[in-house]
């Protein structure tokens, strides 16, 4: 199985809003709401941001939020900031795997 | 404090072998199922395998299954990893990750992770 489409790369300035896309196939993104996004600092561990397509870990800024539309999971950051400067992936259940996105390079300008 | 420290990597031969250690802390380790998820340098991160909590229930990604057995001992509160018949393609920093009800969830907790290189 291939892993999940991000774009490679996104920017946003402080304040605004970016979304990341992750897409897949039916038999993965598209056929179970089991989609979570992982936030990752250059040499530290991933860190969880969205679980079940829409939900938030406790504790977790609502600036960060989750949807889904057929194949395409979408991850939300609004208000920009500094320290969300971070690769970015994308995860799905697959019935006998788990898939992960490519990862997406986010710039704050 | 909930915490995951990976051990065990380190330099080894093409066609070698090794075993990774994974020590949990702070948590009731038998109640949770735990996976191995790598990372290649300058790569994304990749899937590797899943172990339900009473270990009944294993999972392997097609580019492992074969050559790297996941298991665990509860009453050790750790995860293994042993990996055989290694390749380049094998060199990453492997990540143990906490998984909350089964293999549809989503990692809530990781380890720092542990580097395995695999050269001659």
């Known amino acids: 199985q291939s892993a999940l489409t991000q774009p490679a790369s996104v920017s946003g300035s402080p304040g605004q809003s970016i979304t990341i896309s992750c897409t897949g196939t039916s038999s993965d993104v598209g056929g179970y709401d089991f989609v979570s996004w992982y936030q990752q600092h250059p040499g530290k561990a991933p860190k969880l941001l969205i679980y079940d397509v829409t939900k938030r870990p406790s504790g977790l800024s609502n600036r960060f939020s989750g949807s889904k539309s057929g194949n395409t999971a979408s991850l939300t950051i609004s208000g920009l900031q500094a320290e969300d400067e971070a690769d970015y992936y994308c995860s799905s259940y697959t019935s006998t795997s788990v898939l992960f996105g490519g990862g997406t390079k986010l710039t704050v300008l | 404090e909930v915490q995951l420290v990976e051990s065990g990597g380190g330099l080894v031969q093409p066609g070698g072998s090794l075993r990774l250690s994974c020590a949990a802390s702070?948590?009731?380790?038998?109640?949770?199922?735990m996976n191995w998820v790598r990372q290649a340098p300058g790569k994304g991160l990749e899937w590797v395998s899943y172990?339900?909590?009473?270990?009944?229930?294993?999972y392997d990604a097609d580019s492992v299954k074969g050559r790297f057995t996941i298991s665990r001992d509860n009453a050790k509160n750790s995860l293994y990893l042993q990996m055989s018949s290694l390749s380049a393609d094998d060199t990453a920093v492997y990540f143990c990750?906490?998984?909350?009800?089964?293999?549809?969830?989503?990692?809530?907790?990781w380890g720092q992770g542990t580097m395995v290189t695999v050269s001659s």
């Open positions: 702070g948590f009731t380790f038998s109640s949770y199922s």
């Open positions: 172990i339900s909590g009473s270990s009944n229930v294993i």
């Open positions: 990750a906490r998984v909350g009800r089964d293999m549809t969830d989503a990692y809530d907790i």
